[in-house]
């Protein structure tokens, strides 16, 4: 009983913990993620364009979003944070959870960072869905609507947005990355800065 109150009664009796895995948003790995971040964020933006110029037959850069540029960006970081969170919230309440959402301080180059998590156990396909979830739906989308919209100012938001949400889920990409090789029956407890995950008792 002690046990099952110190795991969660949400993990059934014939699991036991295995181990406990941590996001460092510090040192080389903050850096590393950064640096595959911008690169993600370079190579959606000139793809969404590329794509557009070939369907287009001629190649054209963002709108010059002049005066407001700053609010502008804002408000697409904004709400594809909104976006993102909220999907990974859907999932875990898909299967089964009850989502949280929070900010938290991550780092001298990341000051914050933005999370949805929830304590309810996850098999680990479930799992990958949630992790994978925001780049696989949000990032067409924005394409998408990018690549054909006919406004400039849409065009160049909608692909701002994509590329937006591309970098910004590297974390995702890296924690299903970590428990891709995890079997099947692998149960995960998301938590803020990272997850456990418990096997089947031998």
Same mark, same amino acid.
């Not at 006919?150 to 889920?169: P, Y």
């Given at each position: 009983?002690?046990?099952?109150?110190?795991?969660? #009664?949400?993990?059934?009796?014939?699991? #036991?913990?295995?181990? /406990?895995? !941590?996001?460092?948003?510090?040192?080389?790995?903050? @850096?590393?993620?950064?640096? &595959?971040?911008?690169?993600?964020?370079?190579?959606?933006?000139?793809?969404?364009?590329?794509?557009?110029?070939?369907?287009?037959?001629? =190649?054209?850069? %963002?709108?010059?979003?002049?005066?407001?540029?700053?609010? =502008?960006?804002?408000?697409?970081? @904004?709400?594809? &944070?909104? +976006?993102?969170?909220?999907?990974?919230? *859907?999932?875990?309440?898909?299967?089964?959870?009850?989502? /949280?959402?929070?900010?938290? @301080?991550?780092?001298?180059?990341?000051?914050?960072?933005?999370?949805?998590?929830?304590? *309810?156990?996850?098999?680990?396909? #479930?799992?990958? +869905?949630?992790?994978?979830?925001?780049? !696989?739906?949000?990032? %067409?989308?924005?394409? +998408?609507?990018?690549?054909?919209?006919?406004?400039?100012?849409?065009?160049?938001?909608?692909? =701002?947005?994509?590329?937006? $949400?591309?970098?910004?889920? @590297?974390?995702? =990409?890296?924690?299903?990355?970590? &428990?891709?090789?995890?079997? /099947?029956?692998?149960?995960?407890?998301?938590?803020? $800065?990272?997850?456990?995950?418990?096997?089947?008792?031998?």
């Amino acid at each position: 009983m002690k046990n099952d109150m110190e795991r969660g #009664q949400s993990i059934p009796d014939d699991y #036991q913990l295995a181990g /406990r895995w !941590l996001l460092s948003l510090k040192g080389w790995t903050l @850096v590393v993620l950064l640096v &595959i971040g911008a690169a993600i964020f370079g190579l959606t933006m000139v793809l969404g364009l590329t794509i557009r110029g070939l369907l287009r037959g001629y =190649l054209e850069g %963002p709108a010059n979003l002049g005066e407001f540029f700053i609010p =502008l960006v804002l408000g697409v970081f @904004v709400a594809h &944070i909104v +976006l993102h969170e909220g999907v990974h919230g *859907a999932l875990f309440r898909v299967f089964g959870g009850k989502p /949280r959402f929070g900010v938290k @301080v991550a780092g001298r180059f990341l000051p914050v960072a933005f999370y949805a998590t929830s304590g *309810a156990p996850v098999l680990r396909n #479930q799992y990958l +869905l949630v992790m994978l979830g925001p780049f !696989l739906l949000l990032t %067409p989308v924005f394409l +998408l609507t990018g690549i054909l919209a006919n406004t400039e100012l849409v065009i160049t938001l909608a692909i =701002l947005a994509a590329a937006m $949400n591309a970098s910004g889920s @590297v974390g995702d =990409l890296f924690m299903a990355w970590k &428990i891709r090789r995890h079997s /099947r029956e692998t149960l995960y407890e998301d938590t803020e $800065n990272g997850f456990n995950w418990y096997v089947p008792s031998i």
